[in-house]
């Protein structure tokens, strides 16, 4: 027993400290939010759509009024809108230990691009990209809305749309394995 | 009860279990890694060219008398929003890849403590 104890000592103790740590982080839940197939689908629908509108945009340019295009402005916000909220749900399954990094990635990319920290407080990094996406979309709207815009600056939001979709389509399908 | 756990404890080889168990972790950290760095390093290549084809376009667009200035500001921060989101989604590989190799670790010594206690720790 004596052996048996110095054994433990020597190198169960580390060993452990180890299991408490991992099973401690295992307790706190996943790191990420769980994958959603119905989600990356419904993102590459919505890019095909909002590709739709900035193509038209594109090809009227300076022509196109707002106010022709307002039903087709709220229904592209409505699907960020409904994007964002499906990555809430699934955010539902994100473990303390994945809010916390998810916190302090957040506000760290707000500080350092201009944004403002308090708008990501309590987001995953999933939830963030869509909170983004939607930025961008009411951003391309309210730009509309003050007056009509060239169709080069439409021609550079379609490559704007592809990136962002693409950042967020990354990291949705990088969990896809897991 | 008490016995039979502390022989089966004693037969436990924990220099081994030790070594399965980080054996695992850098298996799952290399092939995960991989595989991680490899996307992440063609996502940036293909972010920064991107960027930088807009960035010739809108010095093409203004200097063609296409855009304004104002516009050219507007295209820029919504740019910074760009940014952020591919930051983000490097940042997120990172923590998937960390999940991998916390899973691994568990997965062998969770093995390790049933078999002992003979009955799940965790």
Known sequence: MTALSARIARTAAPLLALVWLLAACGAAGPLTAPYDAGLVEATSAYHQRAGALLAQLEDEGRAAAYADYAPRWAEAV??????????????QGLGDGGRALAQTINAALAAGTGGASADYAGLSLSQAQYYDLRLLVLRWRESHAAGPVSADVWTARRGQLNDAVAAVLLLETARAGG | MTTGILDRLDAVDFDAVLAEALGAAKTAALAIGGETWDLAREFAKEAAKSLKDRGVAVAKSLAAGRMTED??????EEDMILARMRLRAAAGLALIAAQKVIEAILGVLRGVFQRVLGFALF
Do not use: H, Q
């Open chain 1, 78 to 91: 409505a699907g960020a809108d409904a994007l964002f909220v499906r990555a809430t749900a699934n955010a």
């Open chain 2, 71 to 76: 516009e050219a500001r507007m295209l820029a």
